[in-house]
C-alpha cells in the first residue's frame, strides 16, 4: 500500500513539473517604458504576436530598438504544494535576438547581454530563469513581462517552444556536447569524435538510457544506439562519441535521456567539411547565350533613370532619394539611393532584399564614405506597378517560360542597378559591392556573376535559389509550392521544372564570379539550410571564406552586420591600396 502511495505521489510530481503553463502567442509594442513589466499595466490592446518568429515577420519590417513582449498566467494553487518542494518554477523562452530583461510580476528575474547605452548582443544564449515560489501570485493573474533590444536584423523571442514549468530533475542534469570548433565543424578529415559533459546537480540518483540517433541533412538516419546512464545526485562525468569519419554535409545528434524518473530530448547540429560537399552544376547547352540575350535585351531598354529628393529623409550630412528606371521588359523598378552630401568619389554598395520583404531607406545607411542603393526588385515594394505576382506564388510565376521566369527579370534588375550606380558621378565604379541575405544573398550571387566586372565584392547571406533538387528533398518550403504546382500541372512535370530552375539556380552562377566573396549562415536554417548554402558556394573559384553561426537559423544575429562591414572595409582597403 505504501508503495502505491508513493508511486500515485510520483506521478502527480512528475505531471506538475511537465505541465508547461504558456503558449507562443504574446502581447506585443516596440518602443520602451519600464511601466510596462508592472502587472498592473494595461496592455489588453497591444497586438498580438508570436515567439518563435521574428517581430519583422510579423508586421514589423526594418524595425530595431526596444520592444516588450507581455504575457497574463493564471497559476492554479493545486501546484503551490510540489513548487514549494522542488524549488519554484522554470521560465524558458529559448534564444533572444539580441539582449533582454526578464520581469515576473514586476519583478526582474534576469538579463541576458546588456541593453543600451552599454550595449552588449547575446542571441545564442538560452534564456532559463527559475521563479521562485514567494513570487508567484496563487490562483490569480501572474504577469511575464520581456523588454528586448535589438541592434540590427532580425529581433525578438526566437525559442518556438517557449515554456514555464515546475521546476524537475531535468532541469538539473545538464548534457553538453563540446565540438573541436565554435562552428561546430569538423574539418579536414577528423573522425566524429565527440566528448560529452554530463552534470546531475539534483539530490536524486538518474539511472536509465541515452537513446542516440544520427541524421543528415537529407533527414538519413546514419546511425542510432543506446548507452546506459547512471550518475549519482552532484556527480560530472564525460562520454565521447566516436562514430569514425563522417562524409562530408551537416548532421543532426539527437539523443533521447530516459529513466523513470524523467524524459529529456536534446538535438545538435554540426558540419563535416562543408567545403568538400560536391554538388555538381547542372546548367543546359544553353546556359551562356541565355543570360547573354537576357543582358542584350536589357541593354535595349532605354534605363530612363530618374531621382527624386525626399528632403524628410535627408539629413545633415547625406542626400536621400527615391530612384525609378527602366528594366526589362521595360518594367519600372524602384529604390532608395543615400550618397554623402560632401563632392567626390565613393565606393557603393547595392543593398537586394529577401524574399517578400519591402527594403526602405533605413538610417543604418549612413557611411559617410560610401553611397548605398537599396533595391525593390520587380513584384515586391514600391516596384510593383507592371509586375505583380504576390506572395504565396512569386517563385511560380511564369515557371513553365523561363523566357519570361520571375527571376530572369528580377536578375537583370540587379544589373540594371549596377547600370545606375556607373551611371553617377559621385560612385567610383572600380568599387561597387552587393550584399543581401537569403533571396538577397541568391541576388547577391547572380549579381556578381552577372556583372563581373563591376562588382568588387559579394556579401551574400543563408543564400536562397541554390541546388534545386536537393533543396525540395531536405526543406519544406518552397518545394511545396511546386509539388502543388506539378500536381495541378500534370502535362509539365518535375523534368522540365528543374530544367527551367537551372537557369536560375547560383551555383550554375556561381563560377562566373571573379571578385572575393563572404558567405555567413545558420546551422540551424531550415528555410535555406546549409547544404545548399555551400553547393554554391563551393562551385566558386574566387577568393572566398565563410561564416558560420551555430545557433542561428535562416535570421542571422545583430552582430552579423557589424561582421560583414568590417570585412568590406577590410577588402576595400586592400583593393584600393592595389589601385
Not at 520602451?32 to 515577420?57: A, F, M, P
Not at 523598378?333 to 547595392?350: D, F, M, S, T
Request: aromatic fraction near 14%; glycine fraction near 8%.
Amino acid at each position: 500500500m505504501k508503495r502505491l502511495i508513493f508511486f500515485f505521489f510520483f506521478l502527480n510530481s512528475l505531471i506538475a513539473s511537465s505541465q508547461n503553463l504558456i503558449d507562443n502567442k504574446w502581447q506585443f509594442s516596440i518602443g520602451d517604458s519600464l511601466t510596462w513589466k508592472e502587472r498592473g499595466y494595461n496592455s489588453s490592446t497591444w497586438k498580438i504576436i508570436k515567439s518563435g518568429r521574428s517581430w519583422e515577420e510579423q508586421g514589423y519590417a526594418n524595425y530595431d530598438g526596444f520592444a516588450w513582449y507581455r504575457k497574463p498566467v493564471f497559476i492554479s494553487n493545486r501546484l503551490q504544494k510540489e513548487t514549494i518542494k522542488q524549488g519554484g518554477f522554470i521560465l524558458n523562452l529559448g534564444t533572444i535576438d539580441d539582449a533582454d530583461q526578464i520581469y515576473f510580476n514586476g519583478k526582474l528575474i534576469g538579463e541576458t547581454g546588456k541593453l543600451p547605452p552599454n550595449y552588449v548582443g547575446a542571441y545564442d544564449k538560452i534564456r532559463e530563469w527559475t521563479i521562485s515560489p514567494k513570487d508567484i501570485r496563487w490562483n490569480q493573474e501572474n504577469i511575464i513581462a520581456v523588454r528586448v533590444y535589438d541592434g540590427g536584423g532580425n529581433g525578438g523571442i526566437a525559442g518556438s517552444e517557449v515554456s514555464l514549468r515546475v521546476k524537475g530533475i531535468e532541469d538539473d542534469l545538464v548534457f553538453k556536447p563540446h565540438f573541436p570548433r565554435e562552428s561546430q565543424l569538423f574539418l579536414n578529415g577528423e573522425n566524429f569524435l565527440l566528448p560529452i559533459a554530463i552534470v546531475n546537480s539534483s539530490k536524486t540518483s538518474i539511472v536509465g538510457r541515452v537513446e542516440y540517433v544520427l541524421v543528415n541533412d537529407f533527414k538519413d538516419t546514419i546511425s542510432s544506439w543506446s548507452e546506459s546512464l547512471k550518475i549519482s545526485a552532484h556527480q560530472k562525468k564525460q562520454v565521447t562519441i566516436n562514430k569514425g569519419k563522417l562524409a562530408p554535409g551537416f548532421y543532426t545528434l539527437y539523443a533521447d535521456i530516459k529513466s523513470k524518473l524523467l524524459n529529456l530530448s536534446k538535438s545538435y547540429n554540426f558540419g563535416v567539411d562543408p567545403e568538400k560537399i560536391v554538388s555538381p552544376t547542372d546548367k543546359g547547352p544553353d546556359f551562356d547565350n541565355f543570360w547573354m540575350r537576357a543582358k542584350k535585351e536589357l541593354a535595349a531598354v532605354e534605363p530612363q533613370f530618374k531621382l527624386i529628393r525626399k528632403d524628410s529623409l535627408c539629413t545633415d550630412k547625406h542626400d536621400v532619394y527615391l530612384v525609378e528606371m527602366r528594366s526589362l521588359e521595360n518594367a519600372l523598378i524602384r529604390g532608395w539611393y543615400v550618397r554623402p552630401k560632401a563632392e567626390g568619389k565613393y565606393p557603393a554598395l547595392l543593398h537586394v532584399q529577401g524574399y517578400g520583404s519591402s527594403p526602405q531607406f533605413s538610417l543604418d545607411y549612413k557611411d559617410e564614405d560610401m553611397v548605398h542603393f537599396i533595391l525593390n526588385i520587380r513584384g515586391t515594394g514600391n516596384s510593383r506597378d507592371n509586375i505583380n505576382p504576390g506572395f504565396p506564388g512569386y517563385i511560380l510565376s511564369d515557371i513553365t517560360d523561363r523566357e519570361r521566369y520571375i527571376y530572369r527579370g528580377a536578375y537583370m534588375d540587379c544589373v540594371r542597378s549596377v547600370d545606375f550606380l556607373c551611371s553617377r558621378s559621385e560612385v567610383d565604379s572600380r568599387y561597387i559591392v552587393v550584399e543581401g541575405g537569403s533571396q538577397g544573398g541568391a541576388l547577391s550571387f547572380a549579381t556578381a556573376a552577372l556583372n563581373n566586372t563591376r562588382i568588387c565584392l559579394c556579401i551574400p547571406a543563408v543564400p536562397f535559389l541554390s541546388d534545386f533538387q536537393n533543396y525540395f528533398k531536405i526543406a519544406f518550403w518552397p518545394g511545396n509550392e511546386f509539388v502543388a504546382f506539378e500536381k495541378n500541372n500534370k502535362g509539365f512535370g518535375w523534368n522540365r521544372i528543374f530544367e527551367n530552375l537551372s537557369y536560375f539556380d547560383i551555383k550554375n552562377l556561381a563560377p562566373w564570379i571573379k571578385c572575393p566573396v563572404f558567405m555567413s549562415v545558420g546551422l540551424k536554417d531550415v528555410t535555406c539550410p546549409t547544404h545548399i548554402n555551400f553547393a554554391a558556394y563551393n562551385q566558386l573559384t574566387s577568393p572566398k571564406s565563410y561564416h558560420i553561426y551555430p545557433f542561428s537559423g535562416h535570421g542571422l544575429p545583430s552582430e552579423y552586420s557589424s561582421l560583414k562591414y568590417n570585412w568590406m572595409k577590410n577588402e576595400l582597403k586592400k583593393l584600393k591600396s592595389i589601385n
